[in-house]
């Protein structure tokens, strides 16, 4: 309780937790404003705002707070190594394993307040724009934002099983960035590449993406296999990347079918469904936050804290 009380104080008091909340403000207002247009017409506009602020979100707040939890955890051992803190705090009657498990809980929670405060703010955008905030809707914001919390959380645990092994804080750093960016960006266009050939393959389409020879309904067959392959794909490839799943998961929030005319019509299903529908990609981005924990935990005390 010690390390997890210190650790909480430190982590609410820093500029860069006001700073995130603030981006989470920003964040969310642009991204209510950034759907509003698609509301006017639509036969389903909670089900579009939903949707389309949930990938919003997934891709642009992620982005900014994802990597503040990586960066959070890269640096949490090390640095107070690097400062003295550590040598302190191990002083007193506690172990190193209590040390590191109420230094992560201490930054979760101040990820939570974070996240608690983005869902309100979702609530209150909602209402803003006119929409009726049912219990459906208000349950999927809170989902949604539930979610990209799981995933922040696997990554600052990620974060800190680097930092016990890189000592010098700023390398981390740039480790945890590289790490970020590599596997967030550069490894999902890799593995949805190969995804894409094999639909290709099946369809026998000798361009991507030239449905010319399609047929409405072996267009919305096409796509419903595609994103299966895109989930196979990721959770035999990119299962350590919590972003790529989460976003498997919010693709699942809605079905669509291609129509004679050339128009396509979208039926949203919620986030309950879509949470349902890929328990494997759930299950992963939970399981692999005990499992760095763990790892962490067993690197944390062979360290030489000389």
């Known amino acids: 309780m010690w390390g997890f009380e210190l650790e909480l104080k430190k982590s609410i008091r820093t500029k860069k937790f006001w700073l995130i909340l603030v981006l989470i403000l920003l964040i969310y207002v642009m991204a209510f404003r950034e759907v509003k247009d698609n509301l006017e017409g ?40 690097e400062n003295g803190t550590l040598r302190v705090a191990l002083s007193k009657p506690l172990g190193r394993g209590s040390y590191l498990i109420g ?24 209402k803003h724009y006119g929409l009726s905030l049912s219990g459906k809707l208000a349950l999927d914001l809170a989902l949604a934002n539930g979610l990209v919390l799981l995933a922040m959380l696997q990554l600052l645990a990620l974060g800190l099983l680097i930092s016990t092994f890189v000592r010098s804080p700023n390398t981390a750093l740039g480790l945890a960035l590289v790490l970020f960016f590599v596997t967030g960006l550069v490894a999902p266009q890799i593995v949805d590449g190969w995804a894409e050939d094999r639909a290709d393959k099946e369809f026998g389409l000798h361009e991507r993406g030239d449905f010319t020879k399609l047929s409405p309904e072996q267009r919305t067959a096409y796509r419903e296999r595609l994103g299966e392959l895109y989930r196979e794909y990721h959770l035999k490839y990119l299962f350590y990347v919590p972003q790529v799943l989460m976003l498997d998961i919010i693709s699942g929030v809605e079905t669509s079918k291609f129509n004679e005319d050339g128009t396509y019509t979208i039926e949203y299903l919620g986030l309950r469904h879509a949470i349902s529908e890929n328990p494997a990609q759930t299950g992963v981005i939970a399981a692999l936050i005990p499992v760095y924990l763990a790892l962490a935990l067993i690197r944390f005390k062979r360290m030489d804290l000389r």
Do not use: E, R, W
């Open 103 to 126: 230094k992560f809980l201490g930054q979760s929670v101040s990820i939570v307040v974070a996240m608690v405060f983005a869902t309100l703010l979702s609530f209150v955008v909602t």
């Open 42 to 81: 639509a036969s389903d506009p909670q089900g579009v705002l939903l949707t389309s602020l949930v990938g919003y979100i997934a891709v642009s707040a992620f982005l900014f707070i994802g990597v503040y939890a990586l960066m959070a955890g890269a640096t949490g051992i090390n640095s107070d190594l």
